[in-house]
């Protein structure tokens, strides 16, 4: 259960960071740019929350 709620907070994490790297960084970009910006930290933070969770599982 633990790993349950670690991996949702990861998620709500990453996706908190993908909203705000694509609204408030880049605030005079195109809604297109934004969408792609939302896109990559999106998955940057999949692939970042798969790293800790295989690193947590093999503990």
Same mark, same amino acid.
């Given at each position: 259960?633990? #790993?349950?709620?670690? @991996? =949702?907070?990861?998620?709500?994490? &990453? @996706?908190?960071f993908?909203?705000? &790297?694509s609204?408030?960084?880049?605030?005079?970009?195109? @809604? /297109? /740019?934004? =969408?792609?910006? &939302?896109? /990559?930290g @999106?998955?940057?933070?999949?692939?970042i929350? #798969? &790293?800790?969770?295989r690193?947590?599982?093999?503990?």
């Open positions: 259960m633990a #790993q349950r709620k670690n @991996f =949702i907070a990861i998620a709500a994490l &990453f @996706f908190i993908a909203v705000v &790297f609204v408030a960084i880049w605030p005079d970009a195109s @809604f /297109a /740019a934004k =969408i792609a910006f &939302f896109a /990559a @999106f998955g940057c933070g999949i692939g929350g #798969q &790293f800790f969770g690193r947590a599982s093999v503990s």
